[in-house]
């Protein structure tokens, strides 16, 4: 049998930076390595040895499975910027808050107010 290909881990390892605010050289620095090396690592243009995904691991502040198997994101959203706009305007809303406000847009977008065919609510 082959050799597994060693896992990137270059997202993974740049979201750790960012989320701690640290810049390439800082992290570095601290992991004794050369900032170009960073960059390649987090481009996934090479490959960390475990010791150096350790070392990496210490500079950031968290754990060696943290930067090997990092959570799944979530999938992004696939809204519109102005139906997010109003999904948040509605989200402050009670229940009953949102039925008059739908019974608004249906009688706006009924007499034309609005523009667009009217749709049902799935």
């Known amino acids: 049998m082959g050799r597994k290909q060693p896992k990137t881990i270059g997202?993974?390892?740049?979201?750790?930076?960012?989320?701690k605010g640290m810049t390439q050289q800082e992290v570095?620095?601290?992991?004794?390595?050369?900032?170009?090396?960073?960059?390649?690592l987090e481009r996934n243009k090479v490959a960390a040895s475990?010791?150096?995904?350790?070392?990496?691991?210490?500079?950031?502040?968290?754990?060696?499975?943290?930067?090997?198997n990092p959570p799944k994101e979530a999938k992004r959203s696939t809204l519109r910027p102005a139906e997010a706009r109003l999904l948040?305007?509605?989200?402050?809303?009670?229940?009953?808050?949102?039925?008059?406000?739908?019974r608004a847009l249906k009688i706006l977008m009924?007499?034309?107010?609005?523009?667009?065919p009217l749709r049902k609510p799935t």
Not at 11 to 19: D, I
Not at 28 to 40: G, N, Q, V, Y
Not at 110 to 116: C, F, N, P, S, V
Request: net charge negative; aromatic share 0%.
């Open 11 to 19: 997202a993974a390892l740049r979201r750790a930076r960012l989320t």
């Open 28 to 40: 570095s620095e601290i992991a004794a390595i050369a900032p170009e090396t960073l960059s390649r």
């Open 50 to 68: 475990l010791d150096l995904t350790a070392r990496l691991a210490a500079a950031l502040g968290v754990k060696v499975d943290d930067l090997l």
């Open 88 to 102: 948040n305007l509605v989200k402050g809303l009670d229940e009953p808050q949102v039925h008059e406000l739908v």
């Open 110 to 116: 009924e007499l034309g107010a609005i523009a667009g």
